[in-house]
């Protein structure tokens, strides 16, 4: 007999380690039948709908899943995550952060890319290594999926290595970024320790994550379509600033993050949500305009910090 409660974990805040917290939704894993099928809906990638309970510390207010699925399970699906399907949209994601890059480059007013060292970590296909390789940085990234690091590496012919943040070597970077990836880390704390130990004075540090405290959160309430099964927290601008305030890293700039897709791929997850959307879809495939090209914002936020030490 399958028991869910074999595969929990019960943690303290990831930020400020209280054990005290209030229970904003429970829990419901009745779908969940057996070890494969939990494994198959931690994918990094996946956008099943969140089964974990959901609650807010009452000492740092951080939004955190508790109890969440055993961290090895979790690494072990980002692992053998193959996703086609994401990698369809690279394109778009291109484009996205060519945009994105340029427009940070233009707000911390230093647009030069030449022999900075930018790292990237949860690169997935790689996409965004190419962007920033194009734009004339040395990049390199780190992908726990095995399949997406080949992908990335005959696709876009970038440093793209398998492994998590623990894995990079004790070098120094000028740029580190985590596109939509900080809230899948299972070791909050160990992670930003690490980023820390890799950066110099007036390093870069780059966090793109869904906003709690967004208007499409606010407004879409349990329907807002990143509560998700991977995403084991859920910042704001003051749990994000606290986390890494004890590394000293200071908040520099934060804005919205337009991210392009096809509508036809946007219309595909948002049925997940409202039924409607499935009918849309039907119809932009009767027209042929499944692959227009879409910017959209559902609270995704890009927040840009800098590193206020003077190490070397």
């Given at each position: 007999?399958?028991n869910i409660n074999?595969?929990?974990?019960?943690?303290?805040?990831?930020?400020?380690?209280?054990?005290d917290f209030?229970?904003l939704?429970?829990?419901?894993?009745q779908?969940?039948?057996?070890?494969?099928?939990?494994l198959q809906?931690?994918?990094?990638?996946?956008d099943?709908?969140?089964?974990?309970?959901?609650?807010?510390?009452?000492?740092?207010?951080?939004?955190?899943?508790?109890?969440?699925?055993?961290s090895?399970?979790?690494?072990?699906s980002?692992s053998?995550?193959?996703d086609?399907?994401?990698a369809?949209q690279?394109v778009?994601?291109?484009?996205t952060?060519?945009?994105?890059?340029?427009k940070?480059?233009a707000?911390i007013?230093?647009?030069e890319?030449?022999?900075?060292?930018?790292?990237?970590?949860?690169?997935?296909?790689?996409?965004?290594?190419?962007?920033?390789?194009?734009?004339?940085?040395e990049?390199?990234?780190?992908?726990?999926?095995?399949?997406?690091?080949?992908?990335?590496?005959?696709n876009y012919?970038?440093n793209?290595q398998?492994?998590l943040?623990?894995?990079v070597?004790?070098?120094?970077?000028?740029?580190i970024?985590f596109?939509?990836?900080?809230e899948?880390?299972?070791d909050?704390?160990?992670?930003l320790?690490k980023v820390?130990?890799l950066?110099?004075?007036?390093?870069?540090?780059?966090?793109n994550?869904?906003d709690?405290?967004?208007y499409a959160?606010?407004?879409?309430r349990?329907k807002?379509?990143?509560y998700?099964?991977v995403?084991?927290?859920?910042?704001?601008?003051k749990t994000?600033?606290?986390?890494?305030?004890?590394?000293?890293?200071?908040?520099?700039?934060?804005?919205?993050?337009?991210?392009?897709l096809h509508?036809g791929?946007?219309?595909?997850?948002a049925s997940k949500y409202f039924?409607?959307?499935?009918?849309?879809?039907?119809?932009?495939?009767?027209?042929?305009?499944?692959?227009?090209?879409?910017?959209?914002?559902?609270?995704?936020?890009?927040?840009?910090f800098?590193?206020?030490?003077?190490?070397k």
């Open positions: 007999m399958f074999q595969y929990l974990e019960e943690i303290a805040c990831p930020s400020c380690k209280s054990s209030n229970i939704r429970k829990a419901n894993y779908g969940i039948k057996d070890l494969e099928g939990l809906i931690y994918k990094s990638s996946a099943e709908l969140m089964l974990d309970q959901l609650v807010c510390c009452t000492s740092c207010n951080l939004t955190y899943l508790n109890p969440r699925i055993k090895e399970i979790i690494l072990q980002y053998d995550n193959t086609e399907k994401h369809s690279d778009m994601r291109y484009k952060f060519k945009r994105s890059l340029k940070i480059l707000k007013d230093n647009p890319t030449k022999n900075k060292k930018f790292l990237d970590i949860g690169s997935a296909s790689g996409v965004f290594l190419k962007a920033a390789k194009d734009m004339g940085f990049e390199t990234g780190f992908e726990p999926s095995s399949w997406m690091v080949e992908f990335g590496k005959k012919n970038v793209i398998k492994g943040i623990e894995n070597q004790n070098m120094k970077y000028d740029y970024s596109w939509d990836v900080l899948h880390v299972t909050l704390e160990r992670t320790q820390n130990e950066s110099k004075s007036n390093t870069c540090l780059i966090i994550v869904p709690i405290d967004s959160c606010k407004i879409m349990y807002w379509p990143f998700l099964n995403h084991l927290y859920y910042f704001r601008k994000l600033e606290a986390s890494l305030q004890k590394f000293n890293f200071k908040l520099v700039q934060k804005f919205p993050h337009w991210q392009y509508l791929y946007l219309l595909d997850r039924s409607f959307f499935s009918l849309m879809k039907s119809v932009c495939n009767y027209l042929k305009i499944s692959k227009i090209s879409i910017p959209y914002n559902m609270g995704q936020t890009t927040f840009v800098k590193k206020m030490t003077n190490d």
